[in-house]
């Protein structure tokens, strides 16, 4: 009886000793399971969209030119914006009908003295053209002031040719009536202020901004760029005074008969 609970206990000891070396070389032998992928990976189509872009953008930049560009809203009949861009890195945009409820001309331009507004002869406004400085060269225009027209020739083609910045790139159809190799931009962003207006942008392949269609509105290249000037002029004399505003200009309030 002793002798068989000896021999148990001798059993029991051994089992102890070789079952954990011999299921440590089991797991050993088991292959290294592979890293579970943390995101997906970017569809080439997406990246190359956006490459793509940023180098028609920074063509764009280098792009001196006078154009004009058929301005479409739904608040107001087409007209036509005049766009230079000179050699020496100064900029105007002339667009009609936007100030003081679509009854004033205005003309925005960023010389070597600063950024600028003019208020041109037109339909609500028949003086001369006269100009108001709002800041320097580089100062963004105030909201008030901004017709948005100007972005996409000045400032938002560093936004584009800005690889960090937080935008979903993918190719567009042409709108009709338009022409030029057309890429469709998101904002990435949860913030309020994104970089550039969400839309189409559409370049030839020489840089030229071909069309835009974006929340101010639709712009399309009406024919040939021109050459550009070597820098640009402004449309009139440098005033004090204020800039002119989008709003339609409230009616003059007139004395009451009567009062004492």
């Known amino acids: 009886m002793h002798a068989h609970l000896r021999a148990a206990r ?14 440590a070389a089991c797991t050993a032998d088991q292959p290294t399971p592979a890293p579970l992928a943390t995101a997906d990976p970017v569809p080439a189509g997406v990246d190359a969209a956006r490459d793509e872009l940023a180098a028609l953008a920074a063509a764009a930049q280098d792009r001196h030119l006078t154009a004009r560009y058929a301005f479409g809203t739904t608040d107001a009949p087409d007209r036509t914006v005049v766009v ?18 679509g009854t004033v001309d205005v003309s925005l331009a960023a010389t070597a003295d ?25 100062d963004a225009v105030p909201r008030r002031l901004d017709p948005r027209v100007q972005h996409p020739f ?7 040719t800005d690889r960090r910045a937080p935008l979903a790139v ?6 009709t009536g338009a022409t030029g190799q057309c890429y469709s931009v998101e904002s990435t962003s949860a913030s309020l202020n994104a970089p550039l207006d969400v839309g189409i942008y559409c370049y030839g392949t020489d840089g030229t ?3 835009v269609r974006a929340d101010f509105g639709t712009l399309k290249l009406a024919g040939e760029p021109g050459p550009a000037p070597a820098t640009v002029q402004l449309a009139g004399p440098v ?3 204020d800039a002119v505003g989008r709003g339609a200009p409230s009616p003059s309030d007139s004395p009451s008969a009567g009062t004492p």
Not at 154 to 160: P, Y
């Open 209 to 211: 901004p071909t069309a």
């Open 170 to 175: 993918s190719p567009a159809a042409t709108p």
């Open 114 to 138: 600063g950024l600028f507004q003019c208020a041109l002869p037109s339909a609500g406004r028949p003086e001369p053209a006269s100009c108001v400085r709002l800041g320097d060269r580089d």
């Open 154 to 160: 000045t400032d938002w083609l560093e936004v584009l």
């Open 239 to 241: 005033v004090e005074g």
């Open 10 to 23: 001798r059993l029991t000891g051994v089992l102890a000793i070789t079952l954990p070396a011999l299921l």
């Open 84 to 101: 230079t861009s000179a050699n020496d890195g100064t900029w105007r945009v002339d667009v009609p009908a936007w100030g003081l409820g």
